[in-house]
């Protein structure tokens, strides 16, 4: 496809781990990040790994990478309720610009 | 941590008008980009900008749109005569490296509405 492409919704309950998939589009994209966007907020830089790692952890943060399927994923660890946002899967594309997905929204439940 | 800045937060302008953006970058950056997300869809990229020059723009920053970097630390968008669909979120980023070499590092983002 030509599009950064994620799934719309995910809802989760707090204590359990959250998943978010990301398939993208250019084999040659060097780095891939995860955003975050609360309401009416900016974009955090949630994390990133460059594409010849295959797995990043940062404290709860698991970003796992799939070369060949150009299927990128995070997993939250114990999810919070400040944990409910748009999460934003990226890529690079050429020299400058990112490409971004439509985001998955994460609701957390008590 | 350093962050960028952007004013104002909300702007609310006639169609027509003209409306600059304004984003202060971090300090150490050397690349600045503007994107934009309308309502309930996509984060778009607009434009990069290095050494003092467009770097990169896609097909929606035609004529309407220009991008200056007035001092050493303000970083403008300028849109000439404002259409109903340039309503939307605008966001700045920075960056010390071009593309991906480094992360790109946004700021809170400008609602623009143009009535």
């Known amino acids: 496809g030509e599009d950064v492409e994620q799934s719309l919704f995910l809802s989760v309950r707090e204590g359990d781990s959250s998943v978010i998939n990301c398939t993208y589009t250019d084999s040659s994209s060097t780095y891939l990040y995860w955003y975050k966007q609360e309401p009416g907020a900016g974009l955090q830089l949630l994390t990133y790994i460059f594409s010849n790692m295959d797995m990043k952890q940062d404290q709860r943060l698991t970003v796992l990478l799939n070369k060949k399927d150009k299927h990128l994923s995070l997993r939250i660890a114990d999810t919070q309720t400040g944990d409910s946002a748009i999460y934003f899967c990226a890529e690079t594309l050429g020299d400058y610009k990112l490409s971004f997905g439509a985001g998955t929204t994460v609701t957390v439940r008590a | 941590e350093p962050e960028v800045t952007q004013t104002p937060s909300h702007q609310v302008t006639q169609m027509g008008q003209e409306v600059i953006l304004r984003c202060v970058p971090i300090s150490n950056h050397l690349y600045f980009y503007w994107y934009r997300q309308i309502l309930g869809q996509k984060v778009e990229f607009l434009v990069s900008?290095?050494?003092?020059?467009?770097?990169?723009k896609s097909e929606i920053f035609d004529d309407q749109f220009s991008v200056e970097r007035p001092d050493g630390s303000n970083f403008t968008l300028k849109i000439r005569s404002t259409k109903l669909e340039d309503s939307a979120m605008y966001f700045c980023?920075?960056?010390?490296?071009?593309?991906?070499?480094?992360?790109?590092?946004f700021g809170d983002g400008t609602r623009l509405s143009i009535l």
């Open positions: 900008f290095y050494n003092n020059e467009i770097s990169e």
């Open positions: 980023a920075s960056n010390s490296g071009g593309g991906g070499n480094q992360p790109q590092h």
